[in-house]
């Protein structure tokens, strides 16, 4: 049996690339198959890859390339690859000597419509069991057509030319699965860290959060699995970053950071949940070597906290913030919305405020990021207005004025509304896509030019009747 070549794609640089757990999963499931050899491709300086990473193949040579896309506007550098390859940026156009493409990731999971026309197939959502049925079909069949119709017996394949409907997949029981760091660098978020995932899903219930919807049931690793894991780590590095949608959420997360601080493994988190956060957690963190404290209060406003569904105290999150400076924790990263349905300026007044006495209890390296609300499908808050431009200019000067003299960091209001629509967006997405690929002018230019288009996507009320 010939071997097969896939070829896994994150379309972001380096960096990006493998601080992203599931660009790790797909790229070590595929090489573990026998008769498969896998190579990597990102973006470099910008620019979509023609060759894979470890063994310079041409991009043309793949018979599969497998795209993990996380979030929306990777769809643009997604299609941007295409086109500097000469792919046919739609697959019905694709010829037989064209490489099989399959889309997977969060995004996908989400909604893979806005890029279904470019896809010969779809994961929707985890497929770490999968990848060996996967490859089955890839190795047993040659014409595309008929590889399409084997995949539609594989769980959570979805066909878009064949519009066969498909329930999301997940992991039953986790210990089953290895999500792990296949490579280990320098060059990402961790730095030299051994990634290691500790939970998939969420035990909370916020109104605008995509990741428990796309990720439930709330499901853990087993400390039996982590400290295996974290052992055969060792002969690597002796830093690991724990992923999870919230570390701390995990039912045996202190004997984790225990087992991290005895055994000399220093520890990196994703973000934390504060309303399970407390001071025996974060001294058992420092002990473990961390260094950055992540979380999201997403309002200073309790009034807000209540409607998107926050349920904790302002007095509670300054006793920790408090307890996090007494600890000397080096940094903390503090990550803020505005334009959830039913702000109000006073809500602004008060995030300024919170920000602001922060700014007196902690006085290292103090973060501070706030961005549009973009509501996102398979949520309460799926059928909200987009947060425009205008309302984020004014929300912003109204938080700076009361937050003080502190940096700010912001997303680009125009970009996430463009994200709004590649987020609720259909098949009709797509051709702007390809026309901001195709003729160079980028994504805000090219819905720029449809306002119709984007003024439906970001309207509640036309969207909501779709």
């Not at 119709?149 to 498909?166: M, S």
Request: overall charge positive.
């Amino acid at each position: 049996m010939s071997g097969l070549r896939v070829l896994v794609l994150f379309p972001e640089e380096y960096e990006i690339a493998h601080s992203n757990l599931g660009f790790h999963d797909i790229f070590r499931l595929f090489n573990n198959e026998q008769f498969v050899s896998a190579d990597r491709a990102f973006f470099i300086a910008g620019q979509p890859p023609t060759h894979s990473f470890e063994k310079r193949i041409p991009v043309s040579e793949f018979d599969v390339i497998a795209v993990s896309l996380s979030f929306e506007l990777q769809y643009y550098n997604f299609i941007r690859f295409l086109h500097r390859n000469k792919i046919p940026l739609k697959a019905v156009q694709r010829q037989k000597y064209h490489p099989f493409i399959i889309g997977g990731g969060p995004a996908i999971t989400a909604n893979p419509e806005p890029v279904a026309d470019a896809l010969d197939a779809a994961f929707i959502g985890e497929a770490d069991e999968l990848i060996s049925d996967i490859t089955s079909v890839f190795q047993n069949t040659r014409d595309r057509e008929a590889r399409k119709d084997a995949l539609l017996n594989v769980d959570g394949v979805y066909i878009p030319q064949k519009q066969n409907h498909v329930k999301r997949v997940f992991v039953k029981k986790l210990d089953n699965i290895i999500s792990e760091s296949a490579i280990i660098t320098i060059n990402t978020e961790f730095g030299n860290s051994f990634l290691l995932e500790i939970s998939r899903g969420c035990i909370r219930n916020c109104n605008f959060c995509l990741a428990r919807n796309i990720y439930k049931p709330a499901r853990f690793f087993s400390l039996e699995h982590i400290i295996k894991r974290l052992d055969f780590a060792k002969q690597y590095t002796n830093k690991a970053g724990l992923i999870s949608t919230a570390v701390n959420n995990h039912p045996q997360i202190k004997s984790i950071l225990r087992y991290a601080a005895e055994n000399k493994i220093k520890l990196g988190l994703s973000s934390l949940d504060l309303r399970s956060l407390d001071e025996e957690t974060l001294i058992l963190l420092q002990k473990a070597g961390v260094k950055t404290i992540t979380l999201a209060p997403e309002s200073g406003s309790k009034r807000m906290l209540n409607l998107i569904n926050k349920d904790f105290s302002m007095q509670h999150l300054e006793t920790r913030i408090k307890q996090i400076a007494e600890l000397n924790f080096e940094n903390l990263k503090l990550y803020f919305i505005v334009g959830f349905p039913g702000e109000v300026e006073s809500d602004l007044i008060n995030t300024g405020e919170f920000i602001n006495r922060v700014k007196q209890l902690f006085h290292r390296k103090l973060s501070i990021s706030i961005n549009p609300f973009v509501p996102k499908l398979h949520t309460p808050f799926a059928n909200a207005s987009a947060t425009s431009p205008q309302y984020f200019k004014k929300a912003i000067k109204i938080i700076r004025e009361r937050a003080g003299n502190i940096k700010i960091s912001s997303y680009n209001p125009v970009l996430s509304n463009v994200q709004v629509a590649l987020s609720r967006g259909n098949h009709d997405i797509f051709s702007i896509i390809c026309e901001a690929v195709e003729t160079g002018v980028g994504l805000k230019r090219a819905f720029k030019a449809h306002p119709l288009t984007m003024k439906y996507y970001e309207n509640v009320q036309n969207w909501g009747q779709a």
